[in-house]
């Protein structure tokens, strides 16, 4: 078993040290050249800085795939993501409802710019924060969101809703029949523990191979939202939409705000009998 | 008369060969014989005090052997009252175990229990006890799925090996059949929740650098999401109670509710410990460096 983790370093790595280098990436590079080309006048440097931005979630959502094939319950369930973070997984990643909200914020606030160019106040992850001596075109990329990507993003977010539920119910049904499968092991082992693991083991990994599918098809939703949203909207849109999306991602692995937040003792709950 | 007497007597004494007689009634037939025939039969007293004694002799042994009879008769009654009593006993100390192990089921799902921090939210969905396999495989905002449970309960009910379960009514089956429709409904509102807050967490939870924020007033809209969370986490916690508590009290006769806890234990048992085994033989997910190319 030590011999194949050898070889299989060789020409694969964890996919923890790939997160961890994807995403040192995306807070140290990434996204400081985003923010630096938003204030750069050159449209042309901020285009490529969107399309580096854009390839760098591609290939995220496509390494995912790839792991998924040596194990995708530690993709659902990834440890090294930290507490913050987790409870907002959905099928081991984000949303997609989360990529057409925050597009969603931006049309809808449109009300809310101010039209002066030294001062505009733009929304970006429902927060209004301040860009001073931004480019023209940057105060205004929301202000008049066009007919056409109105429509797109109405068809995405409709597609969404039907398969965001069927996505929903096949995890549902896929434990169903795992449960279906494995009761008539158990019954036919008697009860027998030994026995009955290995029969269970193989109808867990029929489930497993089923997980791997809708974890695909919850990836693939994602890819193709983002994909959307970036080739519906503007240069100076998309710019703004993805700038909000990594500040959320970078935002909640904040050292200092994770510590904190590890630290927070104010309960959730008011229980009626506390433990002791 | 005296013939007739005799004659009687003898059936008497014949009679009283019958082991089965006991010994009071010969004496009461002797009694009446005397009554009736009076001084005319007092010729005859040697003699019947003879029979008498003779058949006394022979109802003894009678006696012996019946009490004998009698007493493993009584013996055997008692051992099998004593059997089912303690079948009842058995019974009884059934209902106790399956109301023991409810009961550690409603505390364990009682949220209401224990106090909840903020850190604590990412423990209850993603349990570190519980290796991933496992997590995938059966679990739903980290523990059994409802749904699941009752899925558990209708496989056995189908399984030859359990064939008293639900078949002694239809009604119990057709409840069965509602409660799994009604608690799939319900685990779909409670994801559309838990949907709408993983959909929108980036609207009310905010990072902009250039504001001048304090992780302070960033921690206080993460503290308003996560309480969110933690009442769908309540609601789920509740509807697995529920399911179980339905079934294992409504559905299920006592024996075949206390199968079904056990095969409950049992397969999660196995899952467990197969999801452990495949953690270690798996070691941490990799992804191909090839295919992964220039990135």
């Known amino acids: 078993m030590l011999k ?33 080309s938003i204030s750069d006048p050159s449209p042309t440097l901020l285009s490529t800085h969107v399309e580096m931005l854009h390839h760098h979630f591609q290939s995220y959502y496509h390494a995912l795939d790839l792991a998924s094939s040596h194990d995708v319950a530690q993709l659902l369930f990834p440890d090294w993501r930290n507490s913050l973070e987790k409870p907002f997984l959905w099928l081991g990643d984000f949303h997609p409802y989360l990529f057409t909200n925050l597009i969603r914020s931006f049309i809808n606030e449109t009300d809310k710019y101010i039209d002066d160019k030294d001062d505009v106040l733009i929304n970006v992850g429902g927060e209004n924060c301040e860009f001073f001596d931004k480019p023209w075109e940057i105060a205004m990329a929301w202000r008049a969101p066009s007919k056409i ?18 996505l929903a119910n096949r995890v549902r049904k896929a434990q169903a029949g795992l449960v279906e499968r494995m009761v008539e092991d158990w019954v036919w082992c008697q009860g027998r523990k030994e026995t009955a693991r290995t029969v269970i083991g193989e109808a867990v ?9 809708l974890f695909l098809d919850a990836n693939r939703l994602r890819r193709s939202v983002l994909a959307e949203i970036i080739s519906a909207t503007s240069v100076y849109q998309a710019a703004l939409f993805l700038l909000g999306l990594a500040q959320f991602l970078v935002g909640l692995r904040d050292p200092a705000l994770v510590s904190e937040f590890e630290r927070c003792k104010t309960p959730l709950n008011k229980p009626s009998h506390p433990a002791l | 008369m005296k013939g007739g007497s005799s004659q009687l007597l003898q059936n008497i004494c014949e009679d009283s060969d019958s082991e089965e007689r006991e010994q009071d009634e010969g004496m009461a037939m002797a009694r009446r014989v005397t009554d009736e025939y009076g001084d005319e039969v007092d010729d005859m007293r040697e003699k019947f005090q003879c029979l008498v004694l003779h058949k006394h002799e022979k109802a003894k042994r009678g006696e012996d052997l019946s009490r004998e009879k009698h007493s493993l008769w009584r013996q055997e009654l008692k051992n099998r009252a004593e059997r089912l009593e303690k079948q009842l006993k058995t019974r009884w100390e059934l209902e106790e175990l399956i109301e023991e192990q409810l009961n550690r089921f409603r505390a364990h799902y009682n949220r209401a229990m224990v106090r909840t921090l903020p850190k604590d939210v990412a423990q209850l969905l993603m349990p570190n006890w519980a290796p991933p396999q496992e997590l995938a495989s059966l679990t739903w905002l980290g523990d059994w799925r409802p749904s699941a449970m009752l899925d558990l309960v209708r496989g056995l ?14 009604g119990n089956e057709k409840l069965l059949s509602q409660l799994i429709h009604d608690t799939r409904i319900e685990e779909a ?19 902009t650098p250039m504001s001048n924020r304090s992780v302070g007033s960033a921690l206080g809209c993460i503290q308003s999401e996560f309480k969110k969370i933690e009442r769908v986490i309540t609601k789920a916690q509740n509807l697995r109670f529920k399911a179980l508590e339905l079934v294992v009290k409504k559905v299920l006769s006592k024996t075949d509710a206390a199968e079904f806890l056990v095969a409950f234990e049992g397969i999660q048992d196995a899952i467990h410990q197969l999801a452990a085994n495949q953690r270690l033989q798996k070691g941490p997910v990799t992804v191909s460096v090839k295919a992964l190319g220039c990135s």
């Open chain 2, 157 to 170: 009910a189908r399984s030859s090996l359990s064939s008293s379960l639900l078949s002694d009514s239809v």
């Open chain 2, 189 to 207: 509102v409670i994801d559309e929740e838990m949907a709408e807050i993983q959909a929108t967490c980036i609207l009310h939870i905010s990072f």
């Open chain 1, 4 to 36: 194949g983790l050898f070889t299989r370093k060789k020409s694969s790595r964890p996919f923890k040290d790939y997160y961890s280098d994807w995403f040192n990436i995306l807070k140290n590079t990434l996204l400081p050249l985003l923010r630096c």
């Open chain 1, 205 to 213: 990994a029929v489930e497993m191979e089923e997980m791997v599918s």
């Open chain 1, 149 to 166: 990507l109105m429509t797109r993003i109405d068809q995405v977010e409709c597609g969404l809703r039907l398969m965001v539920p069927a």
